[in-house]
């Protein structure tokens, strides 16, 4: 079965630090993604990375693709209490193409 | 507009009954899904339709039936409900395979 693990599980800063949180797998991934989801909403799509090493911006967030494509990380420059919420990071899953699987899920609380 | 909307919000009822949650999207995706959300925030893919057809049926009681009277319509239908399947029900949609998906706000459903 395929997992994602995501670390930390939990994380709380003060307003203006930095922080990463972390998506790894023991399987390759076809490509990444990227969700935040607000208390009572649902998650919404930040991102998606496809190619092994590659970076984008967004903002204040920076994301990053393995170049092996088994791991990706999320780096947030100087967190607001708006960064505050769940983030998961999700895959296709490789016994299904309309499948995903999400991962484990960093809940980040940034305080003022 | 909501892009992909559910109703109820919130939804409290006894064990033993059944319920309905409906979903509509108004993106012209052509997947719609069905995600159950724990305690600890872990989601997992129930079901999927792909213009109207069924193409994923996790390992879920078959007192749930989905059903998708067109691309922009999925609904779940719970029989029999219990304890264990209180959680936050999320629809989501997609247009293919890589572009990721569009979720709903997600239906609360507390048995008691």
């Known amino acids: 079965t395929q997992l994602l693990e995501q670390s930390p599980q939990f994380l709380s800063i003060q307003e203006g630090e930095n922080l990463t949180v972390y998506c790894n797998s023991s399987?390759?991934?076809?490509?990444l993604q990227w969700y935040r989801q607000e208390p009572g909403e649902g998650p919404v799509l930040l991102v998606t990375v496809v190619t092994g090493g590659e970076v984008k911006k967004l903002k204040r967030l920076t994301f990053q693709f393995g170049d092996a494509r088994k791991d990706s990380s999320l780096h947030i420059t100087a967190a607001q209490p708006g960064d505050t919420g769940l983030y998961l990071c999700?895959?296709?899953?490789?016994?299904?193409?309309?499948?995903?699987?999400f991962g484990t899920g960093t809940r980040l609380k940034v305080l003022a | 507009d909501t892009a992909v909307s559910q109703t109820p919000k919130y939804l409290v009822t006894q064990m033993g009954n059944d319920k309905s949650i409906k979903c509509e999207q108004n993106l012209g995706h052509d997947t719609m899904y069905w995600y159950k959300q724990d305690s600890k925030k872990f989601l997992k893919i129930m079901f999927s339709?792909?213009?109207?057809?069924?193409?994923i049926n996790e390992t879920v009681p078959n007192r749930f039936s989905p059903k998708s009277p067109d691309k922009a319509h999925l609904n779940l239908h719970i029989n029999s409900l219990e304890l264990g399947d209180s959680a936050v029900y999320f629809c989501a949609s997609s247009q293919g395979k890589v572009y990721g998906y569009t979720f709903g706000s997600g239906t609360r459903l507390t048995v008691v």
């Open positions: 339709y792909n213009n109207k057809e069924l193409i």
């Open positions: 399987s390759v991934f076809s490509s």
């Open positions: 999700a895959t296709r899953s490789t016994s299904g193409t309309y499948k995903y699987i």
